[in-house]
């Protein structure tokens, strides 16, 4: 990861995770992450996202970590900067303190808890700031963000009506943050924190009680004794009013402890009265000394909630302290912050640059010197005793009558020859002098120096807070902002004066603590560099960079890195985390009992050598350019990146970073084998539970089955003698009403015998009586079947002449129509229930028919199978009797038992025009299914089909049975006629694409016909639309049915197929082809025509054959020379012999495909070459763009070549034997014997 605040900050969370960062007692090293740089450089920004950081990574590796705490730490920033940083003339952010920031965690790396330390605190920026600075931010934000009726509350007003907020023009920020905005950020941290609304309310109440101390105003007076005093002004009774609420004072009271100052001397006690201005910088005391306390409260109240009960945790310690400062004016504050910023360089520069050097010396580590500069003598002209600047600033203001020019003239004696301290006349004469720092010379000015050491606190201020009844103001008075290191008490001086401690002996020895916490930790550094001093976004001030980065040692500090050994474990440590890495003869020869705390030190050395020597030679492999640089051992080392010291082992980051990857490399192998154990004792167990449990399992399982089975048996003998037992009872029954019913039957009979001679009796008696010839009278006797009447004949007795036919629509003589009467006697079935209308009807009777249907007699009567005297008639071809019958309106659309109509039945066109005419119904369907129209299509009647057709045939009817139309029976029984007469249709479009049961279109049926007829069929139905490519049932086209299922295939229909578009390379349920099937029966005239249009050779089918290779040889020639499109190339990885010749590739041999058919053959087998333009026309590249003939030889196999020499032949009109004998060359046949 480049440089950046999350990099430092992830390095020190590692660091202190870290088992190589654990100090020799197993703790956890601490970690310091020391953010510097100029002011308005970024150091409070840094900060904070290394906090949020480490905030964030705490909680994302422990899951289950509380996240109240790491919100708590993260909400202390707010409030922090709030009541902490203000706007400055650089910086819009400015931090007005300092503070470390010690952030705990747990073992498992959780955030658990946080203190803060604070420093030095710019209490005089409450009571005046210079032209475009600001207050600190809390005053801004109260009165942006404040509700109405809390502005009421608090008595607050705009900005530019407090004393403490209007002395400079400025009152917003320049970076664009809103005030009103972060007043809601506070109030929603200190909620966060855990402040309740008491504490808010306290704490808001004094910031806004401050701001009206600071409007309090002070008018001259005079007392009777005549001295002059102040009192507080009635211009500002509102302030005044709202700050004796607040203290719970009176007036008196407030201007007692303001404007007057108590005296106590040995013996007696009295008061003074002050001036207005004197009484102004009490007022101003005061103010600063509130808000002091009320700083310090509010750092000592977040770290009672977020602070860890356990001190002895691991901690990573954050330092975000004054920036060095350069300004205009510079006073005591800029001289304690740059001397902070030049103890700290100090430490910089012996952490990174002179510890560094001392501790390879110390080590006998072979490295490069390096000069680095050394600020001790300036941190000396500012601390040393006892003519140190701060140190003689105690003195003065020590010593009676101490003043700021008294002061300045002692540094000018004594530091006049320091080079770190100078003076010029002109500054001599204005009490100024200069510090040469790390960083640059800054002057500064004197005044005010000894009163702000002081810090003096009169005790009228803090008695009017102590007689407060409220219990938070008298609680600022509690909290302790530090715990001041005890000193030592001055012998021979007053008590009053031993006991006080100035502020600059308490920031250094805050800034002692600070260093000495630092010191035991390990320190990381962060340093801002300000790019310009306009505080503009997108501008770099190179010089200005540059002076920084030689000014804060970065510049000495990458050289130091560079040349050194950032990493440094001890031998115990070192070996014994990384003597896993050895193996062999290095392993025997360190021992493990190295590790332990008890080993001799200088055979640990000698043992850490030994792994650091295992560790070169594996290193020496990886990067073998880094190999032999130097014989000498330890120059070896220092090129590899690890050097052996006394006590430590030192790596440089390549180095370290090349063993723990081959530490997690050997870990993985290790983890490898301990899970193949694992698993494989894992497995081992659940194999034998599992074997257990199956030879359990299957033992209850068979018995079960055992069990089943047997049930199964017993119930299938049981039903079978139920069976058996219900059959014999069945039979028994069956007999016997067989019996009865003969008995019955024979009763019947006996009794129609005998009213049937009984009729016959009395018809011919009438017959005699009338000299009527025919009576009406019918027989209703059951005569079987096997009944016969006398035999009738066309010449009887009765000719047609002598008949007495009426003259109806369809009694007419049919003599000169074409039928003619069969003049054969045939001998007459009767049905079951026959009248004698039916048997007249049967025998073409018709004059009988005539008179019975005069007597009477039904003309609809229906016999036992449910047929009348037309079915009969239509049934025999009786013409006459049918017309008379229509005549005398018989019904026409009567169904029989079997659903049959007289035109089902009858197969006379005369009769079936006759029952159209009449109104019969040509599309009605009997009980199997079938109409008239089927009937007459299944028995090849043309001239009924065609009658059918012209009174309205339904042809899309398909009968029940097979699921066929009329087209499908005329094409698959070859009535050719009828196949014409239905394509006339009007529905043809629609009946052609029709199917079958099976998914068959008529051209499935139609390619299976004869030679003769086949094509003419074929091409017939494709032109009326027929599908060439209709899949059946059986995924089988028409073209599939020809060549596969077809005894006598035609080429002719084949070629039909293909050039109406029939796809050649369909594939068979088989996975082979069509050209598979032509070529395996030999059907080479149809395998051609399949080449021809498109057809692969070298298709494969299941079996993995190619065409080629399930061919007889002797057909090759004949094949190749249909080509006419592009082979597929065969795969030449997967043939081990040529397919010509069928020798072996060995291992060299060439392999070569032949550009024509695609077949891989050896060096021999295809030494030959044609012309590009010779091939066929489908073949790409044969012409150029220009249409010029390309001529480049491609190679072809022998077959292909005499094949074109045949087509050059052929081209050359020699004769059909000439063309033979010059292109046979060669056969593979013969080639392959």
Same mark, same amino acid.
């Not at 400015?94 to 604070?118: D, N, P, V």
């Not at 009265?273 to 910088?281: F, Q, R, S, V």
């Not at 902002?481 to 001055?490: G, L, Y």
């Given at each position: 990861m480049p440089?950046?605040?999350?990099?430092?900050?992830?390095?020190?969370?590692?660091?202190?995770?870290?088992?190589?960062?654990?100090?020799?007692?197993?703790?956890?090293?601490?970690?310091?992450?020391?953010?510097?740089?100029?002011?308005?450089?970024?150091?409070?920004?840094?900060?904070?996202?290394?906090?949020?950081?480490?905030?964030?990574?705490?909680?994302?590796?422990?899951?289950?970590?509380?996240?109240?705490?790491?919100?708590?730490?993260?909400?202390?920033?707010?409030?922090?900067?709030?009541?902490?940083?203000?706007?400055?003339?650089?910086?819009?952010?400015?931090?007005?303190?300092?503070?470390?920031?010690?952030?705990?965690?747990?073992?498992?790396?959780?955030?658990?808890?946080?203190?803060?330390?604070?420093?030095?605190?710019?209490?005089?920026?409450?009571?005046?700031?210079?032209?475009?600075?600001?207050?600190?931010?809390?005053?801004?934000?109260?009165?942006?963000?404040?509700?109405?009726?809390?502005?009421?509350?608090?008595?607050?007003?705009?900005?530019?009506?407090?004393?403490?907020?209007?002395?400079?023009?400025?009152?917003?920020?320049?970076?664009?943050?809103?005030?009103?905005?972060?007043f809601g950020i506070l109030k929603n941290a200190m909620q966060t924190m855990g402040f309740n609304d008491e504490d808010m309310e306290s704490i808001f109440a004094t910031v806004a009680a401050l701001l009206h101390i600071g409007n309090l105003e002070f008018d001259e007076t005079h007392q009777a004794s005549g001295t002059e005093s102040s009192e507080i002004s009635s211009m500002c009774e509102d302030s005044m009013n709202v700050v004796l609420q607040y203290l719970e004072v009176d007036k008196a009271g407030l201007e007692q402890a303001i404007c007057n100052r108590n005296i106590q001397t040995k013996d007696e006690h009295y008061s003074?009265?002050?001036?207005?201005?004197?009484?102004?910088?009490?007022?101003?005391?005061?103010?600063?000394?509130?808000y002091g306390k009320l700083f310090d409260w509010l750092v000592s109240r977040i770290n009672e909630i977020v602070e860890n009960e356990d001190r002895d945790v691991p901690f990573i310690g954050l330092l975000d302290i004054f920036g060095f400062e350069d300004l205009e004016h510079n006073s005591f504050e800029q001289l304690c912050i740059n001397y902070a910023n030049e103890t700290l360089q100090q430490h910089f520069n012996l952490t990174v640059l002179r510890m560094e050097q001392e501790t390879y010396e110390k080590e006998e580590i072979q490295w490069s010197f390096i000069n680095f500069p050394d600020n001790g003598p300036c941190i000396e002209l500012i601390q040393g005793k006892p003519y140190g600047i701060l140190p003689a600033l105690d003195e003065e203001c020590i010593v009676p009558q101490g003043n700021d020019q008294n002061f300045a003239r002692?540094?000018?004696?004594?530091?006049?020859?320091?080079?770190?301290?100078?003076?010029?006349?002109?500054?001599?004469?204005?009490?100024?002098?200069?510090?040469?720092?790390?960083?640059?010379?800054?002057?500064?000015?004197?005044?005010?120096?000894?009163?702000?050491?002081?810090?003096?606190?009169?005790?009228?201020?803090?008695?009017?807070?102590?007689?407060?009844?409220?219990?938070?103001?008298?609680?600022?008075?509690?909290?302790?902002?530090?715990?001041?290191?005890?000193?030592?008490?001055?012998?021979?001086?007053?008590?009053?004066?031993?006991?006080?401690?100035?502020?600059?002996?308490?920031?250094?020895?805050?800034?002692?603590?600070?260093?000495e916490t630092i010191n035991v930790t390990d320190c990381h550094y962060v340093r801002c560099l300000k790019p310009n001093d306009k505080a503009k976004a997108n501008l770099l001030v190179s010089k200005r960079v540059c002076d920084q980065l030689k000014a804060g040692g970065v510049l000495e500090a990458v050289r130091v890195n560079r040349a050194g050994y950032p990493v440094r474990i001890a031998h115990q440590q070192f070996i014994k985390r990384y003597r896993p890495l050895a193996n062999g003869e290095y392993l025997q020869r360190i021992p493990a009992e190295a590790a332990e705390e008890n080993f001799d030190s200088t055979e640990r050395k000698e043992a850490a050598?030994?792994?650091?020597?295992?560790?070169?030679?594996?290193?020496?492999?990886?990067?073998?350019?880094?190999?032999?640089?130097?014989s000498d051992n330890q120059q070896e080392t220092a090129v590899a990146g690890i050097q052996v010291g006394l006590t430590r082992v030192f790596f440089r980051r390549s180095a370290i970073q090349f063993v723990e990857a081959q530490l997690a490399k050997r870990y993985g192998e290790f983890v490898v084998l301990i899970q193949?154990?694992?698993?494989?004792?894992?497995?081992?167990?659940?194999?034998?539970?599992?074997?257990?449990?199956?030879?359990?399992?299957?033992?209850?399982?068979?018995?079960?089955?055992?069990?089943?089975?047997?049930?199964?048996?017993?119930?299938?003998?049981?039903?079978?003698?139920?069976?058996?037992?219900?059959?014999?009872?069945?039979?028994?029954?069956?007999?016997?009403?067989?019996?009865?019913?003969?008995?019955?039957?024979?009763?019947?009979?006996?009794?129609?015998?005998?009213?049937?001679?009984?009729?016959?009796?009395?018809?011919?008696?009438?017959?005699?009586?009338?000299?009527?010839?025919?009576?009406?009278?019918?027989?209703?006797?059951?005569?079987?079947?096997s009944m016969k009447l006398p035999r009738y004949s066309r010449d009887s007795n009765e000719s047609r002449g002598s008949r007495a036919v009426s003259r109806f629509r369809?009694?007419?003589?049919?003599?000169?129509?074409?039928?003619?009467?069969?003049?054969?006697?045939?001998?007459?079935?009767?049905?079951? =229930?026959? &009248?004698? *209308? #039916?048997? %007249?009807?049967?025998?073409? /009777?018709?004059?009988? +028919?005539?008179? !019975? $249907?005069?007597?009477?007699?039904?003309?609809?009567?229906?016999?036992?199978? =449910?047929? &009348?005297? *037309? #079915?009969? %008639?239509?049934?025999?071809? /009786?013409?006459?009797? +049918?017309?008379? !019958? $229509?005549?005398?309106?018989a019904d026409v659309l009567v169904q029989d038992d079997d659903g049959n109509t007289p035109l089902h039945l009858t197969k006379d066109p005369r009769i079936a025009r006759m029952l159209l005419e009449a109104g019969c119904t040509p599309n009605i369907v009997n009980a199997d299914g079938r109409t008239a129209l089927i009937n007459a299509v299944d028995r090849g009647d043309a001239k009924t089909v065609k009658l059918l057709l012209h009174f309205k045939a339904d042809v899309l009817f398909r009968e029940l049975k097979h699921h066929q139309t009329a087209l499908h029976l005329a094409v698959r029984k070859g009535h050719y006629q009828i196949v014409m007469e239905l394509c006339k249709s009007e529905d043809i479009h629609d009946l052609i694409l029709l199917t079958d049961r099976n998914e068959n279109n008529a051209l499935h049926f139609a390619v299976s016909r004869d030679r003769k007829n086949g094509y003419r069929l074929v091409d017939y139905l494709i032109k009326h639309g027929a599908e060439v490519d209709k899949v059946n049932a059986r995924f089988q086209t028409p073209l599939v049915v020809h060549i596969m299922t077809t005894r006598q295939t035609d080429p002719a229909i084949t070629e039909l197929f293909l050039a109406r578009g029939a796809d050649p390379n369909i594939q068979l349920a088989d996975g082979s082809t069509l050209l598979h099937v032509a070529v395996e029966r030999e059907l080479i005239d149809i395998a051609c025509a399949l080449i021809k249009h498109g057809a692969s050779l070298n298709a494969p089918d299941a079996k993995g054959r190619m065409v080629i290779e399930v061919a007889n040889k002797k057909f090759l020639k004949k094949l190749f020379s249909a080509i006419t499109q592009p082979p597929t190339w065969i795969d030449e990885k997967e043939r081990r012999s040529c397919m010509l010749c069928g020798s072996n590739f060995k291992f060299g041999n060439r392999r070569h495909h032949c550009r024509h058919c695609g077949r891989v053959c050896c060096s021999d087998c295809s030494a030959f070459t044609v012309e590009m333009h010779r091939f066929p026309k489908e073949f790409p590249g044969r012409m150029t763009n220009g249409g010029k003939q390309v001529k480049d030889p491609q190679r072809v196999c022998r077959t292909c070549h005499a094949v074109f020499k045949m087509r050059t032949a052929q081209k050359e009109s020699k004769s059909g034997f000439m063309a033979r004998v010059l292109g046979y060359e060669w056969d593979e046949v013969t080639a392959t014997n």
């Open positions: 440089p950046h605040v999350f990099s430092i900050a992830d390095k020190a969370y590692r660091s202190l995770m870290n088992p190589i960062g654990h100090s020799a007692n197993g703790g956890a090293a601490n970690q310091s992450i020391l953010v510097s740089g100029e002011s308005g450089a970024g150091k409070t920004e840094s900060t904070k996202f290394v906090m949020n950081y480490l905030a964030t990574i705490s909680q994302h590796k422990n899951a289950g970590a509380d996240s109240n705490v790491m919100k708590q730490v993260l909400s202390s920033n707010p409030i922090l900067e709030s009541f902490g940083n203000a706007r400055t003339i650089r910086n819009d952010n400015s931090s007005r303190f300092g503070k470390f920031i010690k952030m705990e965690f747990s073992s498992q790396g959780s955030l658990i808890g946080a203190s803060i330390q604070t420093y030095l605190l710019e209490k005089v920026r409450l009571a005046y700031q210079a032209e475009s600075e600001r207050n600190y931010h809390i005053f801004y934000e109260i009165i942006a963000g404040a509700t109405a009726e809390e502005k009421k509350r608090w008595n607050l007003k705009a900005p530019t009506k407090f004393h403490y907020l209007n002395q400079s023009t400025c009152v917003k920020r320049k970076d664009g943050v809103n005030d009103a905005e972060q003074i009265g002050l001036l207005p201005d004197a009484a102004e910088n009490v007022r101003d005391a005061l103010a600063r000394f509130l002692k540094l000018y004696r004594q530091h006049e020859l320091n080079p770190h301290f100078s003076a010029s006349k002109t500054e001599k004469a204005n009490h100024l002098f200069v510090v040469h720092h790390y960083a640059g010379a800054v002057t500064y000015d004197t005044f005010g120096f000894c009163e702000k050491n002081k810090d003096i606190l009169y005790p009228e201020i803090t008695a009017i807070i102590k007689r407060s009844s409220k219990p938070f103001v008298r609680g600022l008075l509690q909290v302790s902002n530090e715990k001041k290191s005890p000193s030592r008490k001055p012998k021979g001086r007053a008590s009053s004066v031993a006991t006080r401690v100035s502020l600059g002996l308490q920031f250094r020895n805050q800034l002692k603590t600070l260093l050598g030994l792994l650091v020597e295992f560790l070169l030679k594996a290193h020496a492999e990886r990067y073998p350019e880094l190999a032999g640089v130097s193949a154990a694992v698993r494989g004792l894992i497995a081992r167990r659940h194999y034998a539970r599992m074997q257990t449990s199956a030879v359990l399992l299957q033992k209850v399982i068979r018995g079960f089955n055992t069990r089943c089975r047997f049930y199964i048996l017993r119930e299938r003998h049981r039903q079978k003698q139920a069976e058996l037992l219900r059959q014999q009872q069945l039979a028994e029954k069956k007999q016997r009403d067989e019996e009865r019913r003969a008995a019955e039957e024979k009763r019947i009979m006996d009794e129609k015998r005998k009213a049937a001679e009984l009729e016959e009796q009395n018809r011919l008696t009438a017959q005699s009586a009338s000299s009527d010839p025919v009576s009406d009278d019918s027989s209703d006797g059951d005569r079987g079947s369809f009694t007419k003589d049919y003599g000169d129509d074409d039928y003619a009467m069969p003049n054969t006697s045939r001998q007459v079935a009767m049905d079951p =229930g026959d &009248t004698v *209308l #039916h048997v %007249a009807a049967n025998c073409c /009777n018709e004059q009988d +028919v005539l008179k !019975l $249907l005069q007597n009477g007699s039904d003309i609809n009567a229906r016999n036992r199978r =449910g047929r &009348t005297p *037309l #079915h009969t %008639a239509s049934f025999y071809q /009786n013409v006459e009797v +049918v017309g008379i !019958l $229509l005549d005398w309106e």
